[in-house]
């Protein structure tokens, strides 16, 4: 039986790609784009991509939260009253339980004040219009392993990558045996370890002392 890596604390909900979304009231339209992001620099060019898309906008508002454990953050009114903005728009992103997303709502003035109350409630539905419209996704923050082998194990190793549980993504069979196959992070090093310990042929309890396997290394990559 495969053991089960994928846990909770790997997984996180995001969008799979950009949406739009749109709320008006008393003559004020707001249009909400919202992201993926990864990086801060994603997240200033998609800001500087919809101010030059709207230069007349009154406002550019906007909010994200990132990072698996949800603590890089950030909400901005861009001269709204404060919290009447960038909070409303965070607030909707951790509505739907997300991480690694970018909203940024443009404001274009009607001519009639909404008050506190009305600024908070059309923020917060323009995001939310936004992120109903974008498709939810769940994904595993998984590390990236090349395991290059002996074709004299190549038998343990396969045996052991399927005793495990883990997707080979890519194979190669040239003068040595290459896979590369992902594992959930917060599993590696004991993923690696069982590995290691199965193509030797040892017990886990005789191989706690075992970092190289003759005819078998193992190198992190980054993910294609």
Known sequence: M????????????????????????????????AFPVYAEQEWHHHL??????????????????????KNNFRANDDGEPSGTAGRPILGQID?????NVFIVVVRYFGGTL???SGLINAYRLCA??????????????????????DYAIM???MNAIKKLGLPMLEQDFGDLGKVRVAIPKSESADALFKLKAWVAGLRLEEALNLEEVEGM????VLEK
């Open 114 to 116: 909404l008050g506190t």
């Open 95 to 99: 509505s739907f339980g997300l991480t």
């Open 48 to 69: 500087e991509t919809v101010r030059k898309e709207h230069p007349k906008a009154t406002h550019h508002c906007f909010a994200f939260r990132m990072g698996m454990d």
């Open 2 to 33: 495969a053991c089960e890596f994928y846990k909770m604390s790997d997984q996180y909900l995001t969008i799979k790609a950009a949406s739009i979304g749109e709320f008006r009231d008393r003559g004020s339209k707001f249009i909400g784009y």
């Open 155 to 157: 038998s343990n190793v």
């Open 217 to 220: 290394n193992i190198e992190q």
């Open 128 to 149: 939310a219009d936004a992120l109903e419209k974008a498709e939810i996704v769940e994904k595993t923050v998984e590390d990236f392993y090349t395991i290059t082998f």
